[in-house]
């Protein structure tokens, strides 16, 4: 089957298709879009610009793509604050995750932008509360051997290894109910970490909307690229999958009264 189809009654030749095109894919013939080389990335923009639903993918079928239907368009004030009421939840209700939920964030993390639209970023979700807080001790195992060893993680890990050694507090995973795994092939394992960032991007910023608090969990996810053995038989993946990242998950105990803020912005201009 050819990569493209037009209905030549709804196609009006607009070459819509043809400048959204990233890998210069279609060009316009005398019979209206053609397909000429072959490196479709499957992005969809040919079939999402059409302003006629004359064009059709085979890798990014019409019949997939959702039409748009006078969507809200948030105003600037209303998005910036919405961004800024996202916060790192490291206190969370005992209240167990229902599964539907976790799927639907992870519905909105799969459609974060990847490079060239590779994606690979697939997601394994651990809500058992005895692997969860195993996952945290051989955590600062590894992170107590990182201290002994005197690496350059070191002092970020000697404050916390000791406050787990002294208080049992988990200070790795915060006693989430859900920590969500982002994984990748091994293959694949540069780009999928850069995806990776992205999806739980997407996904901590739609958590809010669900009701439920994430944070990064990122003691883990250096302790899981470290290959530090003990973890990963804990998890025990497919040998061909890499650890990409960590974000654990739950519904806030408390809520921040005030807007995020950082250091001042920093901007050069070349022109
Ligand atoms: C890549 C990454 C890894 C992180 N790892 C951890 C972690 O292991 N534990 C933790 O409590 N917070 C972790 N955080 C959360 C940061 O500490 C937090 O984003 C930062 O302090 C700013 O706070 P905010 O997210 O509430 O604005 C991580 C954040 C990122 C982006």
Redesign the pocket.
């Known amino acids: 089957m050819d990569l493209i189809q037009v209905d030549q009654e709804k196609c009006t030749r607009c070459s819509l298709c043809v400048q959204v095109c990233p890998s210069r894919v279609i060009s316009m013939g005398s019979q209206g879009p053609e397909a000429g080389n072959p490196s479709c990335i499957a992005c969809g923009h040919c079939v999402a610009v059409c302003p006629h639903a004359a064009l059709d993918n085979r890798k990014a079928p019409l019949a997939k793509q959702l039409p748009m239907d006078n969507e809200p368009v948030l105003d600037a004030e209303t998005a910036a604050r919405f961004m800024r009421t ?3 939840i ?1 206190c969370y209700k005992k209240t167990a995750v229902p599964r539907e939920k976790v799927l639907q964030m992870l519905e909105i993390a799969r459609l974060a932008p990847t490079g060239g639209n590779s994606q690979g970023v697939a997601y394994h979700v651990i809500d058992n509360a005895t692997v969860l807080r195993k996952i945290s001790a051989v955590t600062v195992d590894w992170m107590e051997g990182q201290v002994e060893q005197g690496t350059a993680w070191a002092k970020y890990f000697d404050g916390l290894v000791d406050v787990y050694r002294k208080t049992a507090e988990d200070v ?1 995973l ?1 006693e989430a109910p859900c920590l969500v795994i982002a994984v990748t092939n091994k293959r694949f394992l540069d780009r999928g970490r850069d995806n990776t ?1 992205f999806s739980l991007a997407y996904a901590e910023l739609y958590a809010p909307t669900l009701g439920l608090g994430t ?7 250096a302790c899981a690229a470290s290959g530090y053995q003990p973890l990963l038989e804990l998890l025990n993946l497919p040998p061909q999958l890499a650890v990409t990242g960590g974000l654990m998950v739950g519904f806030p105990k408390y809520f921040y009264k005030r807007l ?1 803020e950082r250091n001042p912005l920093q901007v050069t201009w070349h022109s």
Not at 215 to 221: D, L, S, V
């Open positions: 996202r916060r790192s490291r790795i915060r960032h944070c990064w969990a990122g003691f883990f996810g995020v």
